[in-house]
């Protein structure tokens, strides 16, 4: 509570410091503070008084509050920045920073300061900005610490009292004489071992690791597996090419969960290009236009029942479509969360038939209470025939449950073995096909269930 | 590709073996394997195999193992397993996961194994049994490396190599004469430090910590913002209780974004109970009920709505109710799920309303569109009238998809505010009342429209 408090008192002191744009102030007050703090507080103001605010800060507390920036906010900083202060910051964070940083940057500013980094630098940026950005190589960082395996643990020990570094380190990973990677050894193994044991004696020689076209997502599974601190990148000669910290691990399932969890409702991620309002409906439309032409069509699909059953009985039976394509969509929607997410996690691999059948089973639980509750209250609803659109009702939202349950879980499977993201194409595809398949059952019930009466 | 090769010859030859009941040959050859490698292979057995594999196992291998497998096939397990070969298990591992492990297994069980283990360890587990398995203390491992802050940077280096453990240490805590955490140094840190500095003057003092209550997702949102290899566990007093580390915090964000993905769509975690379909079902019910109410709701409406209308005109009309109601609730669950994604990452906090802006902001656009489209196909499907329910449905679909977007919106922050876990309740709510008020809408204009014609 203290401490939030404070941080309080500290954020409305800034604002008043920004009015009166005293940035010098505001950068001493926000030197000593951890850099994800500082970019939190940056977040609240607009991009021209960040820029003047970084001009004052410390270089590398500066850097580093912007690598913790949201791409959002830092996109519009980086119009506002200017080349010189963007080389002093950039200067001063790890390559895999940097590059994220000065991919965003308006084209001009980038190819000022890769002109102006040392040349070393500007070329791992520039082999960096290559990469996929969703790939192993995309979230690497070149920079780590690697030994021969003829040194001695002392001679590494050395060697890390000298080294020169922010980025942290875990693992010191072990190369042959061809710089290709033969183990590593924990700084906790390395305290332990007995000074003079070569590394090469010592080493873990059991190394997961992953190449540079490797997805982000199947890195972040084996560091989640295996409970790594970084995996290191090789290239397919065995080469070591960089590591990947858990830290941006981290990052990588909190940005995949987010964007599964937006596709599967045809939203999108919120902090992606929302700036643009126009942009995000955009994007959200194509989605929409097909929910949109199926209910359209389903709508078409009751005109046309409307004239074999006759007006009276349509005006009889119609009400209770909404139900059936109700519940259809929410219970399709349900089992095909469930292998999507399934799926994104590795719970769901080989056993997809064992998974609908589960579905369908837990369906046919759901679907007769949801059947009895709707058949009763059909009673009550209707007006003409009440036991015969109860009987209707019922049955025919039994069996929309039930293709619905089947569907649902089917969809994202075949999108997966068809190459399509399950994610993206099952929800739109699920609600669709069943409030077209729901109208058409309950309608055909309807008119055999016409039979009994005539 | 070699790699998945060699992992399908070594399963299907494990499979072999466990036709022939070779358990001691399996154990061989598994021992050699990453502990999540090992459970990966014995998740496909049943849990008589899996329980006799782990008694030919070495104690640390098994263990290990142990804790690594799925809770869903732990617990199956645990029934098989004896209690003398448990506790040889359990007592190879770190408390936090001995006590995942015995809060699993039947009671008799766990009675007996914290019986036969040693005094300290046992006391440790009945600790942590007691606390919600969700607070901080409900992940916190209790063995960690702290010193006094008068120790030098040697002494620590020295009681490193002495220290006889399995639990990896990024971080060594410091603490003063009354057990209270003081600051914390990395090994890297201790590694460049001079011997003979005093670890109170080389330590880091801005320690990040939460308390035994603090709630799990509380703790990974401050690991992430941070870039922590493990958070220190302090009671009120400030005394040091243990440490959480960033493997059990990639779990718990696995675990906490699988949950509200679930929640949201009204299905449950599907590894959650879900042996039994029959629990599965009846827990998606109440849900479903709650949908099925306010479907049924919408179509005793439609019934009040045909007596208003008379038959002729019901029959034209009513067709684009699917129409509404289907699309009310897509884009009443897009700006749902954008909020309720924006307030457990944290990105939306005090500017709800700005955010409830903006996504009527993206409905209206997205509204002309679709309400364009359903206007002009309304005009083929329509049989009298094609221009009046052109009409009808396309203003009706555009207020119904403005005050859906609003709702959506708006339902999840309600929620908060009222302290209701806005994942559970927002998805029901939503589609619920948006069924209910587009029907009312869209009749509503009908009945009014009849004045043009009368």
């Known amino acids: 509570m203290n401490q939030s408090r404070r941080w309080k008192m500290l954020k409305s002191k800034i604002e008043s410091l920004v009015k009166n744009h005293d940035y010098k102030l505001i950068a001493e007050k926000l030197t000593l503070l951890h850099p994800a703090d500082i970019a939190e507080l940056l977040e609240d103001l607009d991009s021209k008084d960040q820029a003047a605010i970084l001009r004052e800060l410390d270089a590398n507390a500066g850097g580093d509050a912007l690598s913790e920036l949201d791409s959002e906010d830092r996109e519009e900083l980086l119009e506002e920045i200017e080349p010189d202060q963007l080389t002093r910051l950039v200067r001063t964070l790890p390559a895999d920073d940097a590059t994220d940083i000065l991919s965003e940057a308006p084209d001009d500013k980038k190819d000022k300061v890769l002109n102006d980094l040392s040349p070393k630098d500007s070329a791992e940026i520039k082999e960096l900005l290559k990469y996929e950005e969703d790939s192993a190589s995309g979230i690497m960082d070149p920079e780590l610490l690697s030994v021969p395996e003829i040194w001695t643990v002392g001679q590494i020990l050395e060697a890390l009292k000298k080294l020169e570094t922010d980025e942290p380190i875990y693992y010191v990973y072990v190369v042959d004489y061809m710089n290709r990677l033969v183990g590593f050894i924990t700084l906790q193994d390395l305290i332990k071992e007995d000074d003079s044991r070569p590394v090469g004696s010592v080493m873990n020689k059991h190394v997961i690791s992953v190449q540079p076209d490797t997805d982000q997502e199947e890195v972040a599974q084996l560091v989640q597996k295996y409970d790594l601190m970084a995996i290191p990148v090789i290239d397919k000669n065995g080469k070591l090419k ?53 209910s359209l069509a389903g709508a078409a699909f009751q005109r046309f029942y409307s004239g074999k059953l006759g007006a009276d009985y349509f005006t009889v039976f119609v009400p209770f479509v909404v139900v059936i394509a109700a519940m259809g969509g929410n219970i399709g929607i349900q089992s095909c969360t469930t292998v999507v997410r399934g799926l994104a996690t590795g719970d769901i691999n080989e056993n997809i038939i064992e998974e609908v059948v589960k579905q369908v089973w ?39 449950i039930l293709i619905a349950a089947s569907m649902g879980a089917l969809a994202p499977a075949i999108c997966k073995k068809l190459g399509i993201d399950p994610t993206a194409a099952s929800g739109p595809f699920v609600t669709v096909s069943i409030d077209i398949i729901g109208i058409a059952i309950y309608f055909t019930f309807a008119i055999l269930s016409l039979n009994f009466i005539k």
Chains 1, 2 share one sequence.
Do not use: H, Y
């Not at 969960?257 to 290009?273: P, Q, S």
């Not at 639980?365 to 209707?382: E, K, M, N």
């Open 362 to 400: 837990i369906a046919t639980i759901v679907g007769i209470v949801c059947a009895l509750i709707a058949a009763i209250a059909a009673l009550f609803i209707s007006k003409f025939n009440p036991l015969l659109v109860s009987c209707v009702v019922g049955i025919s939202l039994f069996c929309a």
């Open 242 to 294: 960089g590591r990947i910290t858990v830290d941006d691990i981290i990052d990588v399932i909190e940005q995949e969960t987010t964007e599964d969890f937006f596709r599967l409702a045809g939203a999108l991620r919120w902090d992606e290009d929302t700036r643009s309002m126009f942009r995000t409906a955009m994007q959200r439309l194509p989605w929409l236009i097909v929910a949109l032409i199926g």
